[in-house]
């Protein structure tokens, strides 16, 4: 199976920086896509950021110009470079893959545990 490890949130003060880690393991022979999700209390789980296998990106436009997604094929990792901290962006964050076990098998997206990131102002 594949497991997604998440790690690098915390508390941090308005106008801060974290950065989230998200690795992937297991049987895996490709990685297609990959995202953060957030999710606040009492709030629907939002798309902060995604990436194309190819590297393409997008961001909600709530984080454009203070967050930057990127991975690494070779370690299968995701990252989320969050600047300029906001007390909204306070939510607990997901990391999302979608991957492929075989050669010609299918595609099934995986979700990370989450981590909490807490913004005071």
């Known amino acids: 199976q594949v497991q997604l490890v998440e790690s690098g949130g915390g508390l941090v003060q308005a106008g801060g920086s974290l950065r989230l880690s998200c690795a992937a393991s297991?049987?895996?022979?490709?990685?297609?896509?990959m995202g953060w999700y957030r999710q606040a209390p009492g709030k629907q789980r939002e798309s902060v950021a995604g990436?194309?296998?190819?590297?393409?990106?997008n961001y909600a436009d709530s984080v454009k110009g203070r967050f930057t997604i990127s991975r690494d094929n070779a370690k299968n990792t995701v990252w989320l470079k969050m600047n300029s901290l906001k007390p909204e962006d306070t939510a607990v964050y997901y990391c999302?893959?979608?991957?492929?076990?075989?050669?010609?098998?299918?595609?099934?997206?995986?979700w990370g545990q989450g981590t909490q990131v807490t913004v005071s102002s």
């Open positions: 990436i194309t296998s190819g590297g393409s990106t």
């Open positions: 999302q893959v979608s991957v492929r076990t075989a050669v010609a098998g299918p595609w099934y997206v995986y």
């Open positions: 297991g049987t895996i022979f490709s990685i297609n896509s």
